[in-house]
């Protein structure tokens, strides 16, 4: 992806979920870009709220991810002891039993169209549906 592209994706994220750092104590955005994937994410003291964008398919995700001793973890979606440390929003919620329409449907092809929207319906839902992860509950979150 561009570098034009990795920036607006950040700054995108940067500006839709500033409430993160306004209102709720986590720290950030942080961010790594690779040739693959770019990875946007704020830091609370127990979970971490990452967005990623795959080059390759072009999809947008939001992934809640539990720290380990409040830092990223090493693992992917388990750690070595086999627990949970990362979930797709979407299936957090759907595990919750939500099952309605999240996501507004993107006609456009126009890439930059895309991330806006999609960081936008992650916003909303995440201010609708997300007040165990907004008050940085790993225990709740995560069924510690």
Request: proline content about 2%.
């Amino acid at each position: 992806m561009s570098v034009s592209l990795s920036q607006f994706f950040l700054e995108t994220v940067r500006s839709e979920f500033a409430f993160l750092v306004e209102q709720h104590g986590f720290s950030g955005p942080y961010s790594d870009f690779s040739s693959y994937v770019d990875k946007v994410w704020f830091m609370g003291k127990n979970l971490a709220i990452e967005f990623t964008f795959e080059w390759m398919d072009q999809d947008i995700s939001c992934l809640i991810v539990r720290l380990e001793d409040g830092k990223m973890p090493s693992g992917w979606a388990v750690n070595e002891k086999g627990e949970r440390i990362r979930i797709y929003l979407a299936v957090w919620l759907q595990e919750r039993g939500i099952h309605e329409p999240l996501f507004t449907q993107i006609k456009s092809k126009n890439i930059e169209e895309k991330i806006k929207t999609r960081i936008k319906d992650y916003a909303k839902i995440l201010k609708k549906y997300g007040h165990d992860i907004l008050q940085d509950r790993a225990d709740v979150v995560f069924g510690l």
